[in-house]
Each structure stands twice: as C-alpha cells, then as structure tokens.
C-alpha cells in the first residue's frame, strides 16, 4: 500500500515537465511489443533565441543549455567562434587552459553520472525497489564509496573554477582564445589533490570493469545489439576529447570514415526528422537512413579510438579491448566502464597540463581574418556535439544548429528501450515495476540530458505509456530518471 | 567656485559639514557617506532622474544628486523608508527591461547588478516582467546597442552632448514606451566613433552600450564589483575636487602606510 502511495507521489509533477521524457510502448493483438520510442525535447527553442545576439556572447549563452555539462557547449561554441575570427590555432595557452577545463569537465559530469546516478543500480541491482536504488543509500551501505565520489566531483569542478572562472557558467573561452591563465597558486591548489584522484579513479575503473565481468550475463543480455560508432580522433588515432577528425567504424569494426574534417560534416551525416518526435535522427549518409545510425559516447570512443596517449588509462583501454575480443563493444552497460576509463584518462591529463609552464604564458588571444561560417565538434562527457552557427558583417549570429550526444544517440537509446520492452512486457498489458526500472537503467545507460530542459538533477521523470493495437492508452507508469531526495524521503 | 561658504547639515542624526552650492550627494561623498546613484556619474551635470539617490530633507523625499545641500537640513538616507523606495525602484528596472545577468558582458562591471548586489536583492519579486523584445543594433563597426537592458539614464546622451560635442542619442517616445534612440536610422547611421566619451565603459552603466568584440575580456574575479560592492570606493576613501564634484578616487595601496593616517587635504592635490 505505501509503494503505491508513492507512485502517485511520482506521477504528480508529470504535468509540469510531461515530454522531458516519455517512452511509448506500442503492442500487437497479442500483446507483444512491436516498437518502444523514446520521446525527448530538445532545443529549437534555443536555436532560435540565439539569432540576433553578438557572436562573443555566443559561448557564455549556450552554457544556459545544460546544467550538467555546460562547459561542453561553452567550449563547443567558443571552438565555432574561433573559426569566424579567423583563428585555426590557439596560442598554447590557451588551448591549454581550455583542455584542461574540458577535462575537468569530463571528469566531474562523468563522475556524477557514475557515483551519483548509477551506482546504486549496479551495487543493489536493477530490481531492487526504487526506495533503496539512490544515492543515499550508497551512502550508508557503501560511505567510503560515496566519499570519494564526492570528492572526484569536487575536485574536477574545482579545475573548472580555476580555468573557467566559476564552478558552473564560467565566461573565460572567448573567440580566439581565453581570458585568463592558471596562476602558480590555482595550479598548486590542484596539485595537491592529484595524486589521490589518481589513486581513486583507478580504483573507479575497477568497480565498474568488475562489476561487468561479474554480471557478464546481464550485460551481455542488456541493450546488446550491434550498431556503428563514431567519435573524433587525434590525428594518430589516440584519444582526444577536446579535438580532431571524425572516426565512424561499423558493428565489426570496419572504418566507415576516417579523420574526416567536422567542418563538412554536413557532407557525411544527415538528420532525418520522424513525425512522433522533437529530435531529429541522425545518420550516416553513406549508410542510409536505416542502417546509418551511430552510437556516441564513452563506449563508442573506447571502439572508434586506437588507442590512448595517458599510460594507465591506455592499458585499461587494452584491457578493455581484451575483453571485446578487439572487436567494438555494443554492450550498452559497458557504457559504465568505458567512462571509467576516461575518468582515469582525464585525471592523468589534468596532471600533465598541471605540470605545463605553458598555462602560466600571457599569450591568451588571436585574431585573424573574418569568417561567415563556424562549425566545431567537441567530445563532450556524453559523446560528440557538434555546434554550427552563421554569422553576418555585422557580428550578428543567423544561424544556429546543435546536435547534442544525446541526438545522435537517439536511435540507439530508442532500441535499447524497445528491446528491454519486448522483453520485459510481451505478453502483458500491464507495466509493471521490472520494466520501468530495466527501462529506466537502459535509457540512463545513455547518460542522456534529458536535464537540459529541467537544469534540475533529480527532477527528471521517465513516464511510460503502453498503447494498445488501436492505439489506445491502456496503462501508464513512471519512474524518475535519477532518484531525488524528494522522491525517496 | 568662489562661494565656498560652509554650511552644516543632519545626515541619519549625523552632523557633517559641507560646501553651500554642493548637491547632497557630493557633500555626502566628500564625508564617506555613499549614496546610491545610477544616472549619476562623474563629469556629467545631474539629471535626476533614476531616483535611487532619494533621500528625505525635511519631510520631503528629493533626489540627492540634484537637490543643492542647505544650511541646517535634516537628512534621512538609510532608513528603511528611503531604503525600501531605492530598492524598489532597482527591483522595476529588472522587471522594466530583459536583464540576463549570467548571459550578459556587463556582468561583474554593471552598476544595475552592482547596486542590486548591494541591496541584497537577489530574487525575482512579484512585479510582472515587462520581458520586452527590442532588436539589437550591431550595424555600427565598433559599438552595439542592445536596447533591452537599457535603464534609460540619458549618460549616453549628456555625454554625446556636453562632452563629446555630438548629439547620437536621445530619448524617443513616452511612458513606458520610451527608450534610448539614436540619431539616425541607425547607429551606423550617426557620427558615432569608438572613441567618443559616450562609448566609454564610464558613460553607460548597464549592457546596452556594447563595445564590439571586448565582451568577456575580464575573468571572472577581475572585473570591478567582483571583490568591492559598489559604493566603497566613496565608502573607504573619498577625494574631491574644490567643486565639490568627485572627480577622481585616490587609489591607495592597502600596504601603504598614509592609509591609515590619510588627510583630505594631501588628497585635494591629486588630480592628475
Ligand atoms: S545590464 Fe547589468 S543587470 Fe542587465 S543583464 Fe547585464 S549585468 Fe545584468
Ligand atoms: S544606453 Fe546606457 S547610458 Fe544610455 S540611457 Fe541606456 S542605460 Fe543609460
Ligand atoms: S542619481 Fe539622482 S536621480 Fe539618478
């Protein structure tokens, strides 16, 4: 009597956020599943607010976009303005100070994903009742764990405050560079604490390869399903978060395209609109829309990439590889441990950077000659995201268009939830608590921003509806995407 | 100014001496006693018109930047009345125009923020938001005007006018249709020029004068009101000119040892 009580609790601020995310679960006669579809709303708001404004106001509005990961579109977009004044190379400085924000920014959103949101359903289990599967038990069950959770999260926002300039919504990437350097006290403050995240962010990715290797089955058996990759590259093939060409690999491995230049991307990716959806479908253009769609994000980059230019993190991606048979990883819940992996990678690279007297260097900013047109894709914690904007003489932003991870992830995430349905429910025209919590674990998997609507962790409800042959309603259910204290007490 | 006649006047109970001639405000800043201000500024003649410099001389509620200092006057300015009108009417010029403080260059150097900061407001209130949509102007090379942050107290135009010689901007329209207009269709239309005094960081104290390609050159931190609330610099130390106008803060370095001992006469010679 009491769940239920608190399931209507749940279902109450729906009204309010109805479209956040939504998954629709269409059966047949016989009560099978014949599609899941997952319904997000994106930005097209914003693309438009954003024409009309100044083209250096650019990186610090889009930040508004995402709570979570908001240096990642400041980046981005800051990246697309170089191109449009004119500048191809930063001045070491400041590709420095910007590489080292966006570590710092990895690490923490991919640390907050994986101590914060998901822990709770690896160390419990996905079936365990929703009341037991949140961060605060973990804090009482596992407090050294969660310790350190906060603590990695801290210290990675920490290096965005001291390159950024604030913990969330800094202002310091500019066209053409960054206002500011490290000073020899923000870099000792950081020092410091190096070593220690080292320590734990290996400790990170033993939790999380641990665990896959211990729930072989599950995983195996979980979201699995073959699917292209793509990620950018460093021009030998290693890992590079902040830069580079674009790599797309198929299922087996094979290069669909390498070191393409993102700067056409509008070449090779196309994005096709559905009906039933806000958020458009992105695809390969060589492989048509069917069989074109990709996977973005830490497991596709641990697939796409070479290798890894950071000593530990390189032999945990072999690892990694091992494990895979050299062939790519499809297994959505190996999402956990490849963002582990990158955990590490970043932490290592924070500690090289840190150790740069470059990012102590007054050279912050170029200029160079005026470009209509800036396109830039960065390795945001959640996968590529690509920002395109015009520009006209008079510094006047025309045009905006953003694919977000989350996009391009969007066919996958859709198949993921229709397989955990097919398996969950067929059979029944009833949603039951099993498949909201496998549907849910399957659509976070994808670390998706369903936020950036809500700017407001924990706010997030997934609702379910399941649709008769008709087309009719016949049951709904929901289940919030990332427990919050309001939820749980 | 010849007629330098001192006189005496009550500011919250407290007897300070000033200069006849003075308005409240400078002979309030020539003590140390900041009053706020926002169409006020150095070097250009008062107008009176944003009236968060009210204060109450004898009963009556008057704006210290224009109304002169009398012998005798019984001033309040930080009573919770006098308070609550200024902050009021701080609060409706968020409420009058679109003001993004996180999205918007002046932010860290804006005196609307500044001086919201100052009076501790920092939450939407129950004024409706007029959350007007005005284009911005970005024709000109060098400087835009985004209109939607505009607080409309005519610096821009004193100082076109009476400094600059030119006359770019004017007020157009009435109520609460009035904005800030140029002369012209636009502003690359006027004989604007990037190096006018109207354009300088001095003259306009929100994000609507833009000086093109400059935003967001200051790291968080650095930028004036990010350590010292605005005012303080009255506050802490004051220097002013034989006009009675403060013309310029002495800059003191805090581990100079005249700091503590610092007399306003050595300070009167300092007007370079
Ligand atoms: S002009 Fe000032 S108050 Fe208005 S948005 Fe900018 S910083 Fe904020
Ligand atoms: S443009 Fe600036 S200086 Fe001119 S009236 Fe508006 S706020 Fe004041
Ligand atoms: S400063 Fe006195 S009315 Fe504006």
Redesign the interface.
């Known amino acids: 009597m009491k769940t239920k009580k608190a399931r209507i609790l749940e279902i109450e601020p729906l009204t309010r956020v109805e479209g956040h995310g939504k998954v629709t679960v269409h059966l047949d006669e016989n009560n099978k599943v014949t599609e899941a579809r997952l319904h997000i709303v994106e930005f097209r708001g914003f693309e438009r607010f954003i024409q ?3 083209l ?2 650019v ?3 889009v ?2 976009l995402c709570g979570i990961c908001p240096v990642s579109h400041h980046l981005a977009a800051a990246k697309a303005m170089d191109m449009i004044v004119g500048v191809d190379q930063l001045t070491p400085t400041a590709e420095k100070m910007r590489r080292l924000m966006h570590y710092g920014q990895v690490m923490q959103s991919n640390v907050l994903h994986f101590f914060h949101l998901c822990s709770p359903d690896l160390l419990f289990g996905f079936s365990a009742p929703a009341k037991k599967r949140n961060i605060f038990s973990i804090i009482k069950e596992f407090p050294d764990l969660a310790k350190k959770g906060v603590l990695m999260r801290k210290f990675g926002q920490e290096v965005i405050l001291h390159t950024a ?2 913990k969330i ?4 990437a ?2 053409g560079g960054i ?2 350097n490290l000073s020899i006290a923000e870099r000792d403050s950081l020092l410091k604490d190096i070593d220690q995240m080292l320590e734990w962010s290996q400790e990170a990715v033993d939790i999380s390869k641990n665990y896959t290797l211990e729930h072989l089955g599950l995983v195996e058996a979980f979201g699995n399903f073959k699917s292209n990759h793509m990620s950018l590259v460093r021009e030998d093939g290693a890992l590079d978060l902040y830069d580079g060409g674009l790599r797309a690999i198929d299922a087996s491995g094979n290069l669909i395209f390498d070191h393409m230049d993102y700067r056409n991307f509008d070449q090779f990716i196309m994005e096709e609109v559905k009906p039933w959806s806000y958020m458009k479908f992105p695809f390969i253009k060589s492989r048509g829309n069917l069989d074109g769609w990709y996977r973005v994000g830490p497991l596709a980059r641990m697939n796409t990439i070479s290798f890894i230019d950071t000593p530990l993190a390189n032999a945990r991606h072999a690892e990694f590889r091992e494990f895979s048979k050299h062939k790519p990883a499809n297994m959505t819940l190996a999402y956990h441990w490849a963002r582990m992996i990158e955990v590490l990678h970043c932490v290592e690279k924070i500690k090289e950077l840190l150790l740069d007297p470059d990012l102590q260097g007054s050279d912050l900013k170029l200029t160079g000659e005026r470009r209509e047109e800036g396109i830039a894709v960065i390795e945001a914690p959640r996968g590529s995201l690509f920002h395109h904007y015009k520009v006209n003489e ?3 932003v025309t045009y905006c268009n953003l694919i977000v991870s989350t996009t391009h992830n969007n066919t996958a995430m859709n198949l993921a939830v229709t397989d955990v349905a097919k398996k969950y429910i067929s059979g029944q025209s009833r949603i039951t608590e099993a498949m909201l919590n496998h549907i849910e674990v399957a659509v976070r998997a994808y670390d998706p921003c369903l936020s950036c609507a809500t700017h407001a962790l924990g706010q997030m409800p997934l609702v379910v509806e399941l649709f008769d042959a008709d087309n009719n309603l016949i049951d709904t259910g929901s289940q919030f995407v990332n427990k919050s204290p309001i939820q749980t007490t | 100014m010849s007629d330098n006649k001192k006189i005496t006047l009550t500011i919250d109970g407290k007897t300070i001496q000033a200069e006849s001639g003075q308005s409240i405000m400078n002979a309030c800043d020539a003590q140390g006693i900041y009053i706020p201000r926002l169409c006020d500024s150095t070097g250009l003649v008062p107008q009176g018109s944003c009236r968060v410099c009210s204060v109450k001389v004898n009963g009556r509620v008057v704006a210290a930047c224009t109304q002169p200092a009398e012998d005798g006057a019984n001033i309040e300015h930080e009573s919770d009345e006098i308070q609550g009108y200024r902050k009021d009417l701080v609060r409706m010029l968020f409420h009058e125009g679109n003001h993004l403080c996180p999205i918007c260059e002046a932010s860290g150097r804006c005196e609307l923020q500044a001086m919201a900061y100052r009076f501790g407001i920092s939450q939407a209130t129950t004024y409706p938001y007029l959350q007007p949509v005005r284009p911005v102007d970005a024709s000109h090379p060098d400087i835009a005007l985004d209109n939607n942050r505009c607080i409309l107290c005519g610096r821009c135009i004193r100082a076109s006018r009476d400094v600059d010689g030119k006359n770019v901007f004017e007020y157009v329209g009435r109520g609460i249709h009035k904005r800030i207009g140029v002369n012209g269709d636009c502003l690359a239309d006027t004989n604007a020029d990037l190096n006018d005094y109207a354009m300088s960081l001095e003259v306009c104290p929100v994000g609507c004068i833009i000086r093109k390609g400059e935003g967001f050159f200051s790291p968080v931190g650095e930028r004036q009101y990010d350590s010292d609330k605005i005012g303080s610099n009255i506050e802490n130390h004051t220097a002013h000119s034989s006009l009675g106008k403060l013309i310029k803060v002495h800059q003191i370095d805090p581990n100079d040892a005249i700091h503590d001992d610092i007399d306003q006469s050595n300070v009167n010679e300092d007007k370079s």
């Open positions: 009309g404004r100044l250096w106001e990186p610090v509005i930040q508004r300039g604030k919504h800094g202002n310091s500019i066209p206002n500011k008079n510094d006047q």
